[in-house]
């Protein structure tokens, strides 16, 4: 079972460019899980009749944030959103830019074997405006992957919006305390490792140079200047069935790039 993530950064701009196609057609993945989408089903011109589609897109803000699930494999069930019950639990409140949950960001997709959660992690703002609502979602996604894996094992994906540890971004001394790399954010991180859940690429890859989203500036990709901020995160139970954990760096079309895992079933 190949499972990839890519953070689109607008699914419209990625297809205009033939990226999408382009990745379709050298990945064939069975499960795809995308992040800012930055559009509602059918806005996109998508011609994919192998997969099943699973949309959910910003109800606040058009053309903004939004995920999306492509499976050649129909789920058992589909749900959008943190339910209501996490986001309490999470704390999880409306801030200065809105409400995090309306905006698109957590699809659950259920299949025979586990769950597939893809996310779009709020990001923290320059200013670290939005560090209070980072550790609530933070939270709240958490409890509700570690509910979700008492019934059956997780693979969670997306766009977490933190490198993880300093091998995970090239320059990480300057960026001590700078948005995606706060202590806050790293904290979020270690208590899902805390939940049972583990780093896949790291199974396989260790140390510097691996990263998933590059600056517009500088020639920052040209140079690999980057950081690690896109992730598979599986339930310990899945371990083992882990075979690869890639990074797909030459894939162009977005600041991000895709991830992918192969899992055997």
């Excluded at 959660?117 to 609502?133: F, G, H």
């Excluded at 979602?137 to 008492?150: F, G, I, P, S």
């Excluded at 339930?235 to 895992?261: F, R, T, Y």
């Amino acid at each position: 079972m190949k499972i990839y993530s890519w953070n689109v950064n607008g699914i419209r701009a990625v297809i205009r460019k033939g990226e999408f196609k382009k990745f379709i057609n050298t990945f064939d993945p069975d499960i795809l899980c995308l992040q800012e989408t930055k559009a509602e089903q059918g806005q996109a011109d998508i011609d994919l009749p192998q997969y099943e589609e699973y949309w959910n897109s910003s109800r606040t803000k058009k053309g903004y944030s939004g995920t999306a699930i492509f499976s050649k494999i129909k789920p058992l069930n589909v749900t959008n959103d943190i339910p209501k019950k996490f986001v309490e639990a999470g704390g999880l409140t409306h801030d200065n830019y809105g409400h995090s949950n309306d905006e698109g960001r957590v699809i659950v997709a259920e299949f025979d074997n586990y769950y597939v959660v893809t996310a779009y992690t709020p990001n923290a703002k320059d200013d670290l405006s939005r560090i209070p609502l980072r550790e609530q979602w933070d939270k709240a996604v958490m409890l509700y992957c570690a509910e979700l894996q008492k019934k059956k094992p997780v693979i969670y994906c997306g766009d977490m919006n933190v490198a993880h540890t300093e091998d995970d971004l090239a320059n990480p001394k300057p960026n001590i305390g700078k948005k995606g790399f706060t202590n806050e954010e790293r904290a979020g991180f270690d208590n899902w490792i805390s939940a049972g859940f583990i780093d896949t690429f790291r199974l396989f890859t260790q140390g510097k140079g691996h990263y998933t989203w590059w600056s517009h500036f500088a020639k920052a990709r040209e140079r690999n200047v980057g950081w690690r901020i896109d992730y598979f995160l599986v339930s310990e139970s899945l371990k083992k069935k882990v075979k690869s954990a890639k990074i797909h760096a030459n894939q162009l079309g977005s600041d991000h790039c895709p991830i992918g895992i192969e899992i055997i079933e």
